[in-house]
């Protein structure tokens, strides 16, 4: 029973432990949507390899170098299938506009990371869409409308997963 309600306070975590669980939950989150069993002739679920990384970037926004956007990027393109390099540059553009927003604002709370957020799933959508058409696949742009209302309605709930596994890796 006391182990139950042990202080977490100066429980031993390693460096593989503490940097570790953001890249590993970005990984999953990229697996995640590729492994569900879901047919659709149109994209329908949300980003979720994105949304986390984007979850880390507004909870922690020392976390993630300049350059973590290029290999997270790559996974996630070869996990969704992508061609090669689209998520590279746009999570990487991302990154930068999420640096260069830090160095002007110094206040932060919770509607702005989300707006954010929001902007930043519109433009990595539309461009992977634009990716993908200008390759000469994919449909209309309208199509991936149900998919951006999809991420901004389960970001938030992204985030209090990203908070919680932050919560669980930090001493």
Excluded: K
């Excluded at 949507?33 to 979850?55: D, R």
């Excluded at 976390?63 to 990487?92: E, K």
């Amino acid at each position: 029973m006391t182990r139950r309600y042990e202080s977490r306070i100066a429980r031993p975590r390693t460096v593989l432990h503490i940097r570790g669980t953001p890249i590993v939950s970005v990984l999953l989150g990229s697996a995640l949507a590729p492994l569900l069993p879901i047919v659709a002739q149109t994209p329908l679920l949300p980003p979720f390899g994105l949304m986390v990384f984007l979850a880390w970037r507004v909870l922690r926004p020392e976390i993630w170098p300049l350059w973590a956007g290029v290999p997270l990027g790559l996974f996630d393109d070869v996990m969704s299938g992508q061609p090669i390099g689209s998520a590279v540059v746009l999570w990487t553009v991302i990154l930068l506009a999420f640096d260069l927003e830090n160095q002007r604002h110094f206040w932060r709370d919770y509607w702005h990371g989300w707006f954010i957020a929001t902007l930043a799933l519109a433009f990595a959508l539309a461009g992977g869409w634009l990716i993908v058409h200008l390759a000469g696949q994919g449909g209309s742009l309208v199509q991936i409308l149900p998919q951006l209302a999809y991420s901004i309605g389960f970001f938030p709930l992204i985030v209090r997963l990203c908070a919680a596994l932050d919560r669980w890796r930090l001493p």
